[in-house]
């Protein structure tokens, strides 16, 4: 098969074990952790852990996210740990300006973006101490060690780290912790500068010590509470308030696939089987990867989706979300005369030679969160509250305690009821689309893991369609279609994902999209019985 794009990495195989993430220190944490005896538990939370440090404007202990975990007795657990709206948050905090696809959720000030108003009540390390305690098996001691290593001794700050920083400038420089961090003599820590977390390492140790009641209720939490007080609405009994939840996965077919995903408050699981369903009936093998009449069907799919997570999406606490009839088949060949007609998170993949396998996206929400920094924590808060529809009376709107609404797909595929792929990545809106188109290259096109990955991406929410430079080529050919074409250089975040095979061989693959980095270990134990004799 002839592909419109060349793969710019290469992927990495064992049977012990594999670790991606989207830096290579992550990657090393969690294999550290593998090699010393833990499992894939075990190896994910020392990832995020690590990844806090050297992806700090992607995620952080003042995040949310969610963790799609099949374990070795062949279990499905999500754990929940979506941020929340704090319990004195109001529908009317905010002012909309505009009512226009592109500037939604612009607000007056930038409140929902930007500073302390923009910070809804973090659940991350909740939820990393949680699926910790309950299926890891190392000390916590042990998984948090990798990240204290890699604040407290520094590490190369990244053309792409460099690029962030270059790119939220303006943003940062407003804030003199951070600032004084990110812009030392006034200008972003050049690619291969070292970058040493002085703060935020006595920070982690005191995680270690302590779990996440450092931040839900004690010192880190009060210094958060105290940089938040005037502007910000979250209370120290709101952080002591936050909780983890562990929830049941949604389970879909295609053809002949199992499709397990994130269920609500994630708009994921229910849409990316909502997505395949309507698809099921097409050729899409037959027509091609790349194909424009393909690629139509594609972007329909997701406008459709679309539409009905705008009106019905999000905390199941609060919206009634009709999860039955969106995953159906019947709702799929009900919406096929409709197709007729007509960004920054990160997210790692690990496997054990158990059969424990995770798939985790987790976020400080938008590059650099709330764009400032805790004194005296090295802590960079979420800018969550920008999830939110800032206009009460919608099924997104801000309510005290209500969870944020959220793209997140970690997903996984079965066939015969064990495992083929796990994969997942950043990007916000742009993320369950793109997970989708994935597991289409997969299934559909026979892509290798690589390659499925790595292909170009389209996306829409039913406006304009945007496209990815190696889809260019077929622009007019979208546009003859109805689509109003905008070309972007890229759609979603690093994605990436762990292959199966029968013979118990795990492959990762990590795309070009971000730093990511694949760790694979095989070998294992000597031979029972077997000693060194000279």
């Not at 098969?1 to 090393?28: H, I, Q, W, Y």
């Not at 704090?86 to 909309?96: E, I, L």
């Not at 006595?202 to 010192?219: T, W």
Request: hydrophobic share 45%; charged share 20%; aromatic share 6%.
């Amino acid at each position: 098969m002839t592909l419109p794009f060349d793969c710019e990495k290469r992927p990495a195989s064992g049977s012990r074990g594999v670790v991606v993430t989207n830096a290579p220190l992550g990657s090393a944490a969690g294999a550290e952790m593998l090699a010393i005896g833990g499992n894939a538990i075990d190896a994910t939370v020392a990832a995020l852990l690590t990844l806090t440090v050297v992806e700090p404007m992607m995620v952080g202990i003042a995040g949310g996210g969610i963790a799609h975990l099949r374990l070795a007795d062949g279990r499905h657990v999500v754990i929940d740990a979506l941020s929340a709206a704090g319990q004195g948050a109001r529908p009317d905090m905010f002012t909309p300006l505009s009512d226009l696809p592109d500037a939604y959720m612009e607000v007056e000030g930038r409140r929902n973006r930007v500073g302390p108003s923009a910070v809804a009540v973090p659940s991350n390390l909740r939820g990393w101490c949680l699926m910790h305690q309950r299926y890891g098996r190392l000390p916590w001691a042990d998984v948090v060690e990798p990240a204290i290593r890699a604040a407290a001794r520094g590490f190369a700050v990244s053309p792409y780290l460099h690029g962030a920083i270059r790119e939220h400038e303006s943003d940062l420089r407003m804030d003199l912790e951070i600032a004084r961090l990110l812009l030392p003599d006034g200008a972003p820590l050049a690619p291969g500068s070292r970058l040493v977390m002085g703060d935020y390492a006595e920070s982690l140790r005191l995680i270690q010590a302590q779990g996440d009641a450092a931040l839900h209720g004690g010192d880190l939490g009060r210094a958060l509470v105290d940089r938040l007080e005037g502007e910000g609405h979250v209370t120290l009994d709101d952080l002591a308030a936050a909780r983890a939840i562990e929830r049941e996965a949604i389970f879909g077919t295609y053809r002949g696939h199992t499709i397990v995903g994130p269920p609500p408050p994630a708009s994921s699981g229910v849409h990316v089987v909502q997505m395949l369903n309507m698809l099921e009936p097409f050729d899409l093998r037959g027509m091609g990867f790349g194909n424009p009449d393909a690629m139509d069907l594609l972007a329909r799919a997701i406008a459709l989706a679309f539409e009905d997570r705008r009106a019905a999406s999000g905390d199941p606490d609060f919206v009634d979300v009709p999860v039955d009839r969106f995953t159906s088949k019947d709702y799929a060949r009900q919406r096929m005369p409709v197709i007729h007609e007509s960004r920054d998170t990160t997210h790692l993949t690990v496997a054990d030679a158990d059969g424990n396998i995770v798939s985790a996206t987790h976020t400080i929400n938008g590059l650099w969160g709330a764009c400032f920094m805790v004194p005296g924590t090295g802590i960079i808060p979420n800018n969550y509250m920008l999830n939110y529809d800032p206009r009460p009376g919608r099924a997104l709107s801000i309510a005290p305690g209500k969870r944020v609404p959220t793209s997140m797909a970690p997903m996984m595929v079965l066939r015969d009821g064990q495992p083929l792929y796990a994969l997942g990545l950043p990007g916000a809106v742009r993320i369950f689309p793109s997970a989708m188109q994935a597991i289409v290259n997969l299934i559909d096109h026979g892509m290798t893991l690589q390659q499925a990955v790595e292909a170009p991406r389209l996306w829409t929410e039913g406006h304009h369609l945007e496209l990815e430079p190696a889809y260019a080529a077929q622009a007019d050919a979208m546009r003859a279609r109805g689509h109003e074409v905008r070309l972007v250089k890229t759609i979603g975040g690093g994605m990436n994902a762990i292959g199966f095979a029968p013979d118990g061989t795990m492959t990762g693959a990590a795309c070009w999209r971000a730093d990511g980095t694949v760790m694979a270990q095989a070998g294992g134990l000597a031979r029972a019985g077997i000693r060194f004799v000279i």
